[in-house]
């Protein structure tokens, strides 16, 4: 008897902005304790899982060239991991999987660990696996800080590393305008320099993200942008000196405030509604200050099978 081949199973998964985020003192196993409140937004990628005599990742799209394709894919690492907490390898594991990104790579809004939150939610339909979302939360806590928040999706504080996560209430869609820098920036180049410049003076800090917590249940943009804070973002401007002017220029195009989103480089501009993300989406573009420009809003749901209703 033929065996049947299960259909390929596509998962849209979303960008994230961080609406405050403070990075502790670096702890003694090498990482920065952190509180974040993330928002998940509607910039995606597509993440298609197949069953495939050929197992590999193909990558399309935004940033395509400076993806890597083997073993270091955050997407094809998720593969793996999954695959051996339940048990499957050889042939039972071999699955092609292709990136549809629109997420911009090493942008500061976690796009691989989005592909990898997407895999996962992508292989537990394929598979046909009696696993709950907190289940693969777990698996996708391994993956990494950021990976179980795009699962999620939302708006989320976030502490730890980032994967501790707590629901936040957000009664309202808040719109986004989104510039896109020329190149990205690595994560931990961009914590080194924090390092560097805490030792040099001290930076000044945020504050308690308890007033974020306040302005997102009040749904009131202004009083959010008022809130907005990153302690990253001195960094990122530190090594990506242009990103003052971005930032300027958001503002002048009549944004409510802008923010480093995570560690960089893109800016996330806070607008006061979706005709007003437009205008000012409209004049950055214009501005001469980013590669690309994009309106988005938020909070949207996390990595969920396209035309499905099957996933965990
Ligand atoms: P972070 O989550 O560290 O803030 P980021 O959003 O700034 O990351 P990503 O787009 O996740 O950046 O990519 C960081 C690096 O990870 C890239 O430079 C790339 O080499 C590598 N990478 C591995 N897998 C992927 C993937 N599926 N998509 C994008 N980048 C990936």
């Not at 999987?97 to 992508?122: E, H, Q, R, Y």
Request: charged share 20%; hydrophobic share 45%.
């Amino acid at each position: 008897m033929l065996a049947v081949v299960p259909p390929p199973v596509t998962v849209r998964v979303p960008a994230k902005i961080n609406l405050h985020l403070s990075v502790g003192d670096l702890r003694a196993d090498g990482y920065h304790e952190l509180a974040t409140v993330f928002q998940a937004v509607s910039l995606t990628d597509e993440v298609t899982v197949a069953v495939a005599e050929e197992p590999g990742v193909e990558v399309y799209g935004e940033g395509q060239d400076s993806v890597p394709t083997g073993a270091d894919n955050l997407a094809w690492r998720a593969v793996q991991t999954l695959a051996a907490h339940v048990g499957r390898s050889g042939g039972e594991a071999a699955v092609r999987v292709v990136l549809n990104k629109g997420i911009p790579v090493a942008g500061g809004m976690a796009g691989g660990s989005a592909d990898a939150a997407a895999t996962l939610v992508g292989l537990a339909s394929l598979w046909r696996l009696d696993i709950s979302r907190d289940e693969l939360a777990d698996v996708a806590a391994e993956l990494g800080s950021d990976v179980p928040f795009a699962l999620y999706g939302g708006t989320a504080l976030g502490t730890g590393r980032g994967e501790q996560l707590v629901p936040v209430l957000s009664r309202h869609t808040f719109h986004w305008v989104l510039a896109f820098d020329q190149r990205g920036l690595s994560t931990p180049r961009v914590y080194q320099e924090l390092d560097r410049l805490r030792a040099q003076g001290d930076p000044p800090r945020v504050g308690s993200h308890d007033p974020v917590v306040e302005a997102l249940s009040s749904g009131d943009p202004r009083q959010l942008a008022l809130l907005l804070g990153n302690d990253l973002q001195a960094a990122a401007v530190s090594l990506r000196p242009g990103l003052r002017r971005t930032l300027r220029a958001g503002v002048n195009a009549g944004a409510l405030a802008g923010t480093v989103s995570g560690s960089g480089p893109t800016c996330a501009f806070l607008c006061t509604d979706a005709e007003s993300a437009l205008a000012v989406a409209a004049e950055l573009a214009g501005a001469g200050v980013c590669r690309t420009v994009r309106v988005a809003h938020g909070p949207v749901p996390g990595a969920r099978v396209v035309g499905g209703d099957d996933s965990p």
